[in-house]
């Protein structure tokens, strides 16, 4: 059964920074892509980062890019997100996701982790 | 890439749900659907147009040509009532993953 467990969320101040982690189990972790997507309180989904099965490839969001970083360590099946000068607009929660095997979609979601920006 | 849902639809239980999810010739592109009910997490529905994983109610079906593709949940039942959205690989830029704007279904 494929699990995802996000950790690491919580209160930071406007320009904070904060890192949150994604344990994964149930599935060969290093053959997937891993993405965050996250959800404003009361909004719609918004994918944010996706980062290829070897950690080679990355890609984010116009509205994230420069400030967050998506990391992996396959030997610890465990997906990372650094974000950094954070903005009351990132608050939300943030989900991690499997990608599915030609990464298209996404497959298997976690229970999601909640973050706000808020001084 | 843009895609668009309506906002909210409603149901009687055992009628027919219809979601659209409108895009430029979406069509030539594979739509994802997830259901999200309230303090859920996200679960898929419905991939690559039609395709449904293991778990998921036959009445769950999906379609795609043109410029929209459609979510059909039949015989619909008071579970169903959920957050839809619909999701697509665009290529076309470095912003590929999309999402629309989800649609809430009510169950009446």
């Known amino acids: 059964e494929v699990q995802l467990w996000e950790s690491g969320g919580g209160l930071v101040q406007p320009g904070g920074s904060l890192r949150l982690s994604c344990a994964a189990s149930g599935f060969t972790f290093r053959n997937f892509p891993m993405n965050w997507v996250r959800q404003a309180p009361g909004k719609g989904l918004e994918w944010v980062s996706t980062?290829?099965?070897?950690?080679?490839?990355?890609y984010y969001a116009d509205s994230v890019k420069g400030r967050f970083t998506i990391s992996r360590d396959n030997s610890k099946n465990t997906l990372h997100l650094q974000m950094s000068s954070l903005r009351a607009d990132d608050t939300a929660v943030y989900y991690c996701?499997?990608?599915?095997?030609?990464?298209?979609?996404?497959?298997?979601w976690g229970h999601g982790t909640l973050v706000t920006v808020s001084s | 890439y843009v895609l668009t849902q309506p906002p909210s639809v409603s149901v009687a239980p055992g009628q027919t749900a219809r979601i659209t999810c409108g895009g430029d010739?979406?069509?030539?592109?594979?739509v994802h659907w997830c259901q999200q009910k309230p303090g859920q997490a996200p679960v898929v529905v419905v991939y690559e147009d039609s395709a449904r994983p293991s778990g998921v109610p036959e009445r769950f079906s999906g379609s795609n040509s043109g410029n929209t593709a459609t979510l059909t949940i039949s015989r619909v039942e008071a579970g169903d009532e959920a957050d839809y959205y619909c999701?697509?690989?665009?290529?076309?830029?470095?912003?590929?993953?999309?999402f629309g704007g989800g649609t809430k279904v009510t169950v009446l």
């Open positions: 996701a499997k990608g599915s095997a030609d990464g298209d979609y996404f497959d298997y």
């Open positions: 999701q697509v690989w665009d290529g076309s830029s470095d912003q590929d993953w999309v």
């Open positions: 010739n979406i069509g030539s592109k594979r």
């Open positions: 980062l290829s099965s070897t950690g080679q490839s990355t």
